[in-house]
């Protein structure tokens, strides 16, 4: 007979295949789940799912919609395989996009009557020294009092949003905006210009596409990325290999900071034009899962971004269509990642029931 | 056969990569010593996990007494009469001796009954014990008699000691043999696992000889030499390794002076005012049982702890104390932690990555940040071949590798280098004895070279076999050289016991 229990066995190696399939496994996996938690509520599985799936992207409009949400998403998730890769957890990235906004956002205030080509370069650069800074704080608070990034980064998030509320509520608040929350609209040329008449889609997308491959570059020829890695898989070799990980864990925390800044700019120079309190629908928490969807890998964050992107649409399309509520999407996106940290471990590790006898 | 106790038929054991045991048969006689011999990875201790119920054969038959014998548990082998001392010792520290011989009898037993108990075990074989003192004060040897007296409490017939001296100083190694010789006597049998040839011949009546999971022989230990034994362990012969002093110039080209160095931890050895000297071509040996500072001093030599509270360390008339790792490196110097997986290699990156962990000035590996991957790649290929990893190649997971193959690359790395001096900690720790050679023999290529090296090393065979000089650490004090053609085992077992005469 077989213990009613499987034990969890470590395998001796794990496939490589499979490693590359896990993402896809987890997401066929979620639209499995997802088709019976839509028989629960009562739908269709079918026209549910392709409410949600097929018909956000089904125009151009669409398909620009997609892209305007992947971008701070794969923006972001960049920036934090920085810090996973050195196992640095900073969950963070939400108030570093708030900071990188606020500091922006601010140059974009400060000139809101001036248009000059320099605007708008000045508010993405200040935008991501916001960033970089906010990120900075739980870079010293660990390595000068060992305290876990895990919990500052997190507290940090609140701090950057009271600032924001703070500000479009009294002193950055628009003059001629009816006590609405909100500050005064950026110049013109404090927007991102947008690539196509009539879409959304902005210059921000080509600012990521670029820093994807920076970043692609810097993880797999030079020696910073090597020592981000090493530092990650083993922090005793690279004190054995000399590399200075305060300046690592200072790097990985400047530069995820800044690309959430840039992300959060972004998005108020972008679709938005101004700033008000709820400029990120939790973009710098759901990076989180892209960029562990994408294997910390930036060919993979590109595909994981447009991917939870989808639930984004897919949620607000199911609530007009269905009157299912847009939280919907991140059930999806809690899916997803649960089937994906499911399947690493089933990759790594197997279950076996031991004989009892 | 009446005089047999235990015979094995056809054992067989396998593990996702490796066969362990092949078809392993032979006899145990009763009322002996029988020597299991083999290199790391042999099989040994899967053969002795199978009879004490913690692994299951695949295949075979074992009979005890001639009758069938099959337990899944240590508990049920020892309730046949098998008992086991395991190399790493299970006690609880914070426990008193008492305490934890109570815990670990299987049946019920009042105070004063097991006190009469061991009373008697105590003093019929040689086996004296402090039962009230807490196990942290006790030494290996003391921690390693409380094992083999709550063993005996269960009335074995059979004992299995896996590798009983590694922890012990040479003193306690002979009281331990005393014990094994008042056991035998009385009619019990042990089952001695080891790798070292000398006690073999020493204690042993029998030998079995395991080599790639199979067994090679078994025979009595009256007309082996240590020399035979090897060759059979081995399967190929040994070239004498010899010590040769003529190389090493006068030149001092590494200097430690009085470094003293606090860790206001219980668990690290505090450095009590070290000090020696190093000279160009010389192989310096610190001896000494695990736990005696070894490793802190390892940080300080490595530069990866540059925070010590006094004395200075000299490299070619240049104060380094204060360098890190990549700074020495810069100036020549090389060093091997213990550790392979995690500090001198990262097992989850390919070969030629691991290149990169050890970087010297004249390597030309990095051009303004980028990697060279070629450079990377052709010196990664070139320690492979120049010595002998076996891998499919230099895209190969450090994970991958034995760990001989392993410690080789590691090495081969750090040598390929031709560095000016290597620092180096238990070059060949748990490593199969073919690696352990070829390694020992890099070694003294190296010094004949003109690099001065030092050697961290618990086990003393291997440093009596390679250095100049030998010194002994214990509770974070080195003692004075000693030179290896000259030395007596006996002072340095009381160097290393603590016993500073």
Same mark, same amino acid.
């Given at each position: 007979m077989n213990s009613l229990f499987p034990s969890i066995v470590s395998r001796s190696q794990s496939s490589g295949l499979m490693n590359f399939f896990v993402p896809i496994i987890s997401i066929v996996l979620t639209l499995i789940t997802g088709s019976i938690i839509f028989v629960i509520l009562g739908f269709d599985p079918v026209y549910a799912l392709y409410t949600f799936f097929i018909s956000p992207i089904s125009s151009t409009y669409g398909i620009s919609e997609l892209f305007v949400k992947a971008t701070p998403l794969a923006l972001i998730a960049i920036g934090l395989s920085y810090c996973f890769k050195n196992?640095?957890?900073?969950?963070g990235a939400e108030g570093q996009l708030t900071m990188g906004a606020i500091f922006g956002g601010g140059i974009g205030i400060l000139f809101h009557d001036t248009n000059a080509f320099w605007l708008l370069p000045l508010m993405i650069f200040v935008g991501a020294i916001g960033g970089a800074l906010w990120g900075l704080i739980p870079a010293i608070l660990k390595t000068?009092?060992?305290?876990n990034e895990i919990l500052t980064s997190l507290m940090l998030v609140y701090v950057a949003l009271f600032i924001l509320d703070y500000l479009v509520v009294g002193?950055?608040?628009?003059?001629?905006?009816?006590?609405?929350p909100k500050s005064r609209p950026f110049s013109e040329s404090g927007r991102m210009p947008l690539l196509?008449?009539?879409?959304?889609?902005?210059?921000g997308l080509i600012i990521t596409l670029f820093l994807i491959f920076v970043s692609w570059f810097i993880f797999s020829k030079t020696i910073f990325g090597f020592q981000l890695k090493v530092s990650g898989y083993s922090p005793k070799a690279a004190r054995y290999a000399g590399f200075n990980q305060t300046t690592l864990v200072f790097f990985a925390f400047a530069i995820c900071g800044a690309f959430a800044g840039i992300a959060g700019l972004a998005e108020v120079s972008g679709p938005i034009g101004l700033l008000y309190?709820?400029?990120?629908?939790?973009y710098g928490f759901t990076a989180i899962i892209v960029a562990f969807l994408g294997r910390l890998h930036p060919i993979g964050i590109i595909f994981a971004s447009l991917v939870i992107a989808l639930t984004y649409l897919g949620a607000e399309d199911a609530q007009l269509?269905?009157?299912?509520?847009?939280a919907v999407g991140f059930i999806f996106q809690g899916l997803v990642l649960f089937y994906l940290l499911g399947a690493e471990l089933l990759i790594n590790y197997k279950l076996t029931y031991k004989k009892l006898l | 056969m009446s005089d047999t106790i235990l015979n094995i038929e056809n054992i067989t054991k396998s593990f996702p990569r490796v066969?362990?045991?092949?078809?392993v048969t032979f006899d145990i006689k009763k009322n002996a010593v029988h020597a299991i011999l083999g290199e790391n990875g042999a099989g040994k201790s899967t053969l002795v996990k199978i009879l004490y119920g913690l692994l299951e054969p695949d295949e075979g038959n074992i009979k005890l007494n001639n009758k069938d014998f099959k337990v899944n548990s240590p508990a049920e082998a020892r309730k046949q009469g098998i008992g086991m001392v395991f190399q790493h010792f299970s006690l609880?520290?914070?426990?008193?001796v008492k305490e934890n011989l109570i815990l670990g009898i299987d049946e019920k037993m009042s105070y004063s009954d097991l006190e009469d108990k061991l009373e008697n075990i105590s003093s019929r074989y040689n086996l004296p014990l402090d039962?009230?003192?807490?196990?942290?004060?006790?030494s290996a040897g003391e921690k390693q008699r409380v094992e083999i007296v709550r063993i005996l409490l269960q009335d074995p017939q059979i004992l299995i000691m896996d590798?009983?001296?590694?922890?012990?100083t040479p003193q306690e190694v002979e009281s331990l043999f005393v014990t094994l010789n008042a056991l035998v006597k009385e009619g019990r049998t042990i089952l001695y696992i080891t790798h070292k040839l000398e006690e073999v011949i020493s204690i042993c009546d029998t030998v079995t000889i395991m080599r790639s999971g199979e067994i090679i022989d078994t025979s009595s230990?009256?007309?082996?030499t240590a020399k035979t034994l090897a060759t059979k362990m081995l399967g190929q012969k040994l070239d004498d390794l010899k010590t040769n002093? *003529?190389? !090493?110039?006068?030149?001092?080209n590494f200097e430690v002076k009085n470094i003293s160095c606090d860790f206001?931890?219980?668990f690290l050895t505090d450095l009590k005012n070290i000090s020696f000297q190093v000279r160009v071509g010389e192989i310096y040996g610190i001896a000494g049982?695990?736990?005696?500072g070894q490793s802190e001093l390892m940080d300080i030599l490595t530069g *990866?702890? !540059?925070?010590?509270k006094s004395g200075s360390i000299t490299f070619d008339n240049k104060?380094?104390?204060?360098?890190g790792p990549q700074k020495r490196r810069d100036l020549s110097i090389s060093f091997v932690p213990e550790?392979?997986?995690?500090?001198?290699?990262?097992?989850?990156?390919s070969l030629s990555e691991n290149i990169l962990l050890s970087q010297f000035?004249?390597?030309?590996?990095?051009k303004n940040g980028i990697i060279l991957k070629n450079n990377v790649d052709d010196f990664a290929n070139n320690v492979i071949n120049e010595f002998k990893v076996i891998t499919?190649?230099?895209?190969?997971?450090?994970?991958?590798?034995s760990g001989g193959n392993l410690q080789k690359y590691v090495i081969g790395r750090e040598i390929s280098s031709k560095p000016k001096i290597l620092i180096i900690s238990h070059?060949?720790?748990?490593?199969d004895a073919g690696a352990e050679h070829s390694i020992r023999e890099s070694l003294i290529e190296l010094s004949q070279n003109g690099t001065s090296i030092i050697v961290i090393s618990q086990d003393l065979d291997e440093l009596i076999e390679i250095t100049h000089k030998i010194s002994v650490i214990y509770d974070g004090n080195l003692s004075k050289p000693f030179k290896t053609s000259e030395i007596e085992i006996e002072k340095l077992g009381l160097l290393m016991g603590g016993k500073n005469e």
């Open positions: 196992n640095i957890y900073n969950i000068k009092f060992n305290t002193p950055w608040k628009d003059p001629f905006g009816y006590s609405f196509f008449d009539g879409l959304r889609v902005h210059f309190r709820d400029i990120s629908p939790n269509f269905l009157q299912i509520p847009s | 066969i362990a045991n092949k078809k609880f520290d914070s426990l008193s039962l009230d003192a807490p196990i942290t004060a006790l590798e009983p001296t590694s922890v012990l230990t009256a007309n082996q002093y *003529e190389h !090493i110039k006068d030149e001092v206001n931890d219980p049982v695990a736990g005696n *990866e702890n !540059i925070n010590i104060k380094i104390e204060k360098y550790n392979r997986l995690g500090h001198s290699a990262v097992p989850e990156l000035p004249k390597n030309n590996f990095i499919p190649g230099n895209d190969a997971k450090a994970s991958s590798l070059p060949t720790w748990g490593i």
